[in-house]
Every structure is written in C-alpha cells, then in structure tokens.
C-alpha cells in the first residue's frame, strides 16, 4: 500500500475547516465502543475518520472523498467505503494514522501514548535552546517530531523510521502543518551531519507477533529504548540532548531500565533526569507469559532526558 501525501495533506486541511477533532484511545477502548453499534454505518466524520466505521458514498462530501481516493487511502468493497486511514487531534493540529484495526506489520500507531510523549516533549523543551538540528527517532507518522518542531522551531527537521507507509503519512502530516521535513528510511545511520536534539517514542511491549510498531525487544520491551539511548548518545553533538519516552517493566519493584540508563549516563560521560509519568499502562499485557513468568507487577510510562557532555 503506497500513500500520497499531498491529497492526504489537502483532506487534513479540509477536516480542519470542518472543525473536525477526535481523540484516539486504546484499541480496547475502541473495541468496545464499536462494538455497541454493530453493523451500523458511519454518519460523520468522525464515524468515518475516527471509529474507522465502513460509510456510504454520500455520507463523505465529494471533494473529501475524491482526496481520500487520491491518496490511496480509500477502501471499497461491493459498494461499501472504508478509510484506510484515521484522523486524531493533537496540540492543535491534526495527524493521519493507521486506521482501526492495527493489526498489520505496517500499522501507524497513534494512542494515548502519542499524548503522554507529545506532553513530555512540550514540557521537556521549556529547558531547551531551540535547536539546529532536530531528529525524531522512529517517529511513526510524525507526531512527536510536528509538535516539537512547533515549539522549538529548529532549522532542520529529520523524521526517521524504518515503516515507509509511515514516513508517507508523515510527510502528509508535515505538509498539513505548514513544515519541511526530512525523511530517513531507517535509523540513526540514515541521518546526516550533526544532531543536537533527538526525541523518540520506541515500541517498548514484549509482542509475541514482533509487530515493529510494538515489538521493544529484549528486557521484557525495553531493551529497544536503551539501544535507542546508546544510538543516540554516539551521534548527538557536545552538549546535545536525547527527550527518551518509554515504557519500563517494573519487577519486584525495581525498574531496570532506569539502573541501565544510568549505566549508560555514566559510561557517556552524560547527566540523566528520570521522571515516571504514569504508573500503570498496558495493564492487560501482564496476563502475557512474558510478564508473568518474569513476576512483572505492572508497566510504567517514563520520561528520560539524557545530555551529553
């Protein structure tokens, strides 16, 4: 599946001038309130844009739909319509994602994740020089990297990931905010010259389907975040910082993520600021033989902000 940005770009600006807004909660939250209408076809933008519910040709307006057509964005079968995209609010703008459900390997995830990290960064950049160069690490469809962007108003703007779908919807969400950015298919090595910020929102959930939008690796999720860090680290300049959000398994009351970043802080020669933003997400994955074989008590949302020396 290929998106075109540009008429993804036009439809976010379209639904803007609607007055269109939606928050996107967890996928079993979304089930949930699907599931009260069974069968029952979308009657609104935000049917269609935010439940990911199938529609009718003329409950969409034309000039909507012959955007979401263009941009390879419109599923049809036997009559019935179905976007293949949604569309959440965030800081004031509007973002393209993956629509319900994100079962796929190539899935865009936006979530209550998405907020927690676009809080964190916008309260972390209060303490920053705006920057000359910002990257956004495995930035998904580019939330994290538009937001900061707005804030800090670096002079360059990198968005890398290894999803292309996504880095399509991020360039659409880019061009919708008025911004120029860059894409990197990949990693940090993909990214050229110097970097004094990089912002990322890893996967950090132990999947057993290793979907990349979710699989964290090693450390029960973790072990992503702290190759992340390290990454990170090596590349940024004298005095660049790292804005690290993440999920951390908390074990008989111990999170080892924490005693492995500031490990790394030290071996750096770098400071690090810890906070636990939440402290209890993601409950339902301790039912997963991972967590409970482990003793895993819960799951917590953490901030990290690393500085190199």
Same mark, same amino acid.
């Given at each position: 599946?290929?998106?075109?940005?540009?008429?993804l770009?036009a439809?976010?600006?379209?639904?803007?001038?609607?007055g269109?807004? $939606?928050?996107?909660?967890?996928?079993?939250?979304?089930?949930?309130?699907?599931?009260?209408r069974?069968?029952?076809?979308a009657?609104?933008?935000?049917?269609?844009?935010?439940?990911?519910?199938s529609?009718?040709?003329?409950?969409?307006p034309?000039?909507?739909?012959d955007?979401?057509?263009?941009?390879?964005?419109?599923? !049809?079968?036997?009559?019935?319509?179905?976007?293949?995209?949604?569309?959440?609010s965030?800081?004031?703008?509007?973002f393209?994602?993956?629509?319900?459900?994100?079962?796929?390997?190539?899935?865009?995830? $936006?979530?209550p994740?998405?907020?927690?990290?676009?809080? #964190?960064?916008?309260?972390?950049?209060?303490?920053?020089?705006t920057?000359k160069?910002?990257?956004?690490l495995?930035?998904?469809?580019?939330?994290?990297g &538009?937001?900061?962007?707005?804030l800090l108003?670096?002079e360059?703007?990198?968005?890398?990931?290894?999803?292309s779908?996504?880095?399509?919807?991020?360039?659409a969400?880019a061009l919708a905010?008025?911004? !120029?950015?860059?894409?990197?298919?990949?990693?940090?090595?993909?990214?050229t010259?110097? &970097?004094?910020?990089i912002?990322?929102?890893?996967? #950090?959930?132990?999947?057993?389907?290793?979907?990349?939008?979710?699989?964290g690796?090693?450390?029960?999720?973790?072990?992503?975040?702290l190759?992340?860090a390290?990454?990170?680290?090596?590349?940024?300049?004298?005095?660049?910082?790292?804005?690290?959000?993440?999920?951390?398994?908390i074990?008989?009351? !111990?999170?080892?993520l924490?005693?492995?970043?500031?490990?790394?802080?030290?071996?750096?020669?770098?400071?690090?600021?810890?906070?636990?933003?939440?402290?209890?997400?993601?409950?339902?994955?301790?039912?997963?033989?991972?967590?409970?074989e482990?003793?895993?008590?819960?799951?917590?949302?953490?901030?990290?902000?690393?500085?190199?020396g």
């Open positions: 599946m290929t998106f075109s940005p540009e008429p770009a439809l976010l600006q379209a639904l803007d001038q609607e269109y807004a $939606f928050t996107t909660v967890t996928p079993a939250t979304h089930q949930r309130v699907v599931a009260r069974p069968g029952e076809a009657r609104d933008l935000r049917d269609i844009f935010g439940w990911s519910l529609f009718a040709r003329d409950t969409l034309g000039d909507m739909l955007l979401l057509r263009e941009g390879g964005a419109l599923e !049809e079968r036997n009559g019935v319509l179905r976007s293949l995209v949604r569309v959440s965030l800081s004031g703008r509007l393209l994602h993956s629509a319900y459900p994100t079962e796929a390997e190539d899935s865009v995830f $936006f979530g994740d998405t907020y927690r990290f676009a809080r #964190f960064v916008e309260a972390s950049a209060e303490a920053l020089e920057p160069h910002l990257v956004d495995g930035a998904g469809a580019g939330p994290g &538009i937001s900061a962007a707005g108003e670096p360059r703007i990198s968005l890398a990931d290894i999803n779908q996504a880095l399509s919807l991020a360039c969400n905010a008025g911004l !120029e950015v860059e894409t990197v298919d990949g990693g940090l090595e993909g990214v010259g110097e &970097i004094d910020l912002i990322a929102n890893p996967p #950090f959930i132990a999947d057993a389907q290793r979907r990349n939008y979710r699989d690796g090693d450390m029960l999720g973790a072990a992503l975040s190759d992340w390290r990454q990170s680290l090596e590349r940024l300049s004298p005095g660049g910082t790292m804005l690290l959000y993440t999920g951390s398994p074990i008989a009351g !111990e999170d080892r924490l005693a492995a970043l500031a490990e790394l802080a030290e071996d750096a020669d770098a400071s690090l600021r810890y906070e636990e933003i939440d402290p209890d997400i993601f409950g339902e994955e301790m039912d997963g033989p991972p967590y409970a482990a003793g895993a008590e819960r799951i917590a949302a953490v901030g990290a902000v690393l500085t190199k």
